[in-house]
């Protein structure tokens, strides 16, 4: 073996395992921000403003780190900026201690979190393009997500059944949630290290080297990357009409437990883990553009679909369905901005994405904090409904184009379709597959 495979497989090992750890992050801390906040006695508004202003904030200063991380090296500040994300949940720890009114310190400290959070985003995604071959990306990273959404999974009951059993005693909910938070440093800790493990091959692209963000900003709609942000952000802008409220309709309008609030959190995850290495399957044997819009399609009817029943059972079964759909469109999203980008433009180019999907994150939750204002608690099957015809109109218009065409000769849109809803993803054999030398073992975010 070469020592420049060695070192990438020691890599691929070292990412995996940083992304699993980061994971239990995700699902010990990042997950229950929200039913934190409603502890603090904050109302479904400032759930949906808890949700998406910090968000905004991390979009604009990640234009600023985009310019340190160029000069500092992309390695250098992912490191540093993950290790201060960890500190973040020293003070939020600290809040469990407040008996009342840290909705605004709880505000504080999550923005901060989120500035360092999509901070890194960029500088990790050029750093993470020079290291992981093109030729594996599709695979390596199905895989490597069935580990991040199994530590989300398991880390999130674990976080639940802290929180719950902590409720059911004396010592209080906010017990529960000072364990879950401290669980979530010291995952982000290890994260770190592993971080550190990871090498950078290059070559480096110096920032007088790299295209300036108004260069890659002018034609923006005419280049293959700006139709891919187009539609992503705008489906994140739909699908956030709803999303900031999915914890108060649990936990206020159906009353739901801690026990059973967890139980519909991890369901969506366990479908992620049951189907991330299908979806990177359907990316490599039928291209990342035909999986991207197959999996758009999939996303459009899922919040619709909770005004049909307030069944346990049923809404379990919702999760999952949403849990494929999600899984796919994430994945083949990430796949596809690889695609459109290159190492001199991709960190410009993420900057934008993730500014633009900042705006529209804060726009749709504030169009469904509107509806909820004028009609109270009867607001919430509204936004449901509005947020997938959002999704509707933004595919029919915008699907078709996106991605680039790898392929001389591509499957159409309904077979990709009818093969993936019937999961059969090895009838596409006519397309020959990939094949390496050595295939990079691995050992896992989200995020």
Not at 226 to 244: D, F, Q
Request: glycine share 8%.
């Amino acid at each position: 073996m070469k020592p420049s495979e060695s070192r990438l497989r020691r890599s691929l090992r070292a990412s995996t395992l940083d992304a699993t750890f980061d994971a239990a992050k995700i699902g010990c801390g990042e997950v229950y921000f929200a039913a934190f906040a409603l502890l603090l006695g904050a109302t479904p508004f400032q759930v949906g403003v808890l949700a998406t202003v910090p968000i905004l904030l991390g979009s604009v200063f990640q234009l600023l780190s985009t310019v340190v991380a160029h000069r500092v090296g992309d390695r250098v500040w992912v490191i540093g900026s993950a290790a201060l994300q960890a500190a973040v949940f020293v003070p939020i720890v600290l809040l469990t201690r407040v008996a009342g009114g840290g909705y605004p310190w709880l505000l504080a400290w999550v923005c901060l979190y989120w500035m360092l959070n999509l901070g890194i985003n960029p500088a990790w995604n050029a750093w993470i393009g020079r290291m992981i071959p093109p030729v594996v990306r599709s695979r390596y990273f199905g895989r490597r997500n069935v580990a991040v959404h199994s530590l989300i999974f398991l880390s999130l009951l674990l976080g639940g059944f802290l929180i719950d059993a902590a409720s059911r005693t004396q010592i209080g909910a906010a017990t529960g949630f000072a364990a879950a938070f401290t669980i979530a440093a010291v995952s982000r800790a290890v994260s770190v290290w592993f971080l550190t493990r990871q090498h950078d091959p290059g070559p480096f692209v110096a920032a007088e080297h790299r295209v300036a963000t108004r260069t890659v900003l002018a034609g923006f709609w005419r280049q293959p990357y700006g139709r891919l942000i187009g539609l992503m952000v705008l489906i994140s802008g739909a699908v956030n009409i709803s999303a900031a409220y999915f914890t108060p309709y649990f936990l206020h309008a159906l009353n739901l437990s801690y026990a059973r609030f967890t139980i519909l959190s991890a369901a969506i995850v366990v479908a992620r883990v049951l189907s991330s290495s299908y979806w990177g399957e359907i990316a490599r044997i039928y291209g990342n553009r035909r999986a991207l819009q197959v999996s758009a399609v999939l996303i459009i009817p899922l919040s619709s679909l909770w005004v049909v029943s307030d069944n346990f059972g049923y809404q379990i079964g919702l999760q999952l369905v949403g849990g494929f759909a999600w899984a796919g469109f994430e994945l083949t999203s990430f796949l596809n901005l690889f695609d459109c980008t290159e190492d001199r433009n991709r960190a410009q180019v993420l900057s934008i994405y993730n500014l633009f999907n900042g705006v529209m994150i804060v726009t749709g939750s504030m169009l469904g904090g509107a509806v909820m204002h004028a009609v109270g608690d009867a607001g919430y099957h509204p936004i449901f409904i509005i947020s997938s015809t959002c999704r509707a109109l933004i595919v029919l218009f915008l699907a078709r184009g996106v991605g680039v065409k790898r392929r001389a000769r591509e499957h159409s849109f309904r077979n990709v379709f009818t093969r993936v809803v019937t999961l059969r993803p090895s009838e596409g054999d006519d397309i020959g597959p990939v094949v390496m030398d050595e295939e990079p073992r691995r050992q896992h975010r989200e995020s």
